[in-house]
């Protein structure tokens, strides 16, 4: 019992710190297009 709960801690973290990169990388991505838009970027 005390094994399994603290397995999906363990899950619960690695998804926290994939869901944190996903949303990193839209936000990069977003700022970027925005940048683009006026030619603020390379």
């Known amino acids: 019992m005390y094994e399994s709960s603290d ?3 363990d ?6 710190s994939e869901l944190i990169d996903v949303k990193r990388d839209y936000a ?15």
């Open 7 to 9: 397995d999906d801690g």
């Open 11 to 16: 899950n619960d973290v690695k998804d926290l």
């Open 28 to 42: 990069i991505e977003k700022l970027n297009q925005v940048f683009e838009l006026f030619q603020l970027g390379p």
